[in-house]
């Protein structure tokens, strides 16, 4: 039938690098592409659902039928993704910076001479997807997180998914062989509570078509309020 398959299913999406100021001019940042998380954002849209991407810095448009907002650091991309909520299913695709310094300064730090280089303090950063997915109220029926790892991809995985809280991790492999990071093609795991699913290698476009109309099976049958 015609109706598109998660038509009226709000669904919130992080995707990118978040950066963390260092003073006006420098930050700390990574190489996420937000490739693998805009993919993700167009695939649910596709498939009719209402959805809100919080992208970090990226060079990518925004995607056609999304409602992006763009956020820098970890903490806007917190507040962001609240604001967005409540949301039947959420996907936390986002390579969020596990620290940020410890109160950026409003001046550029000077290179003194014969000063030596400044340390940096950091600070840790809020977890994101562990404190959706922990929300003793208002929770979305399907939290999926994200692990990118470089060894032991599928026990890490797990790990995750019991430290965070989530229903998903979708795992894939980045060490520096595979080209995942900033490529067009991923290899995943998806490790739910059941097991895992190892898929095949694919262009980011079909994961995150694969991880869509899984989604979409999972909130099928569910009651919304
Ligand atoms: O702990 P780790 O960063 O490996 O976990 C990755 C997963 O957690 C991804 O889904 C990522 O988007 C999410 N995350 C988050 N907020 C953080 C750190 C990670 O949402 N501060």
Known sequence: RGEPRLAGRRVVVTSGPTHEPIDPVRYIANRSSGKQGHAIARALAALGAEVT??????????????????????????????AAMPSDAAVFCAAVADWRTDGAGAEKMKKEAGGGPPALRLVENPDIL??????????????V?????????????????????????VANDVSAATGVMGGDRNTVHLVTGEGVESWPTMDKDAVARALAERIADALKDRQWV
């Open 53 to 82: 991407l919080v992208s970090g810095p990226v060079a990518l448009p925004d995607p056609a039928g999304v409602r992006t907002v763009h956020v820098e650091t970890a903490r806007e991309m917190l507040a962001a993704v609240e």
């Open 130 to 143: 562990a404190t959706v997915a922990r929300r003793a109220e208002g929770r979305p029926a399907l939290v």
């Open 145 to 169: 997180g994200f692990a990118a790892e470089t060894t032991k991809v599928l026990e890490h995985a797990r790990a995750k998914l019991a430290r965070k809280g989530c229903d998903w991790i």
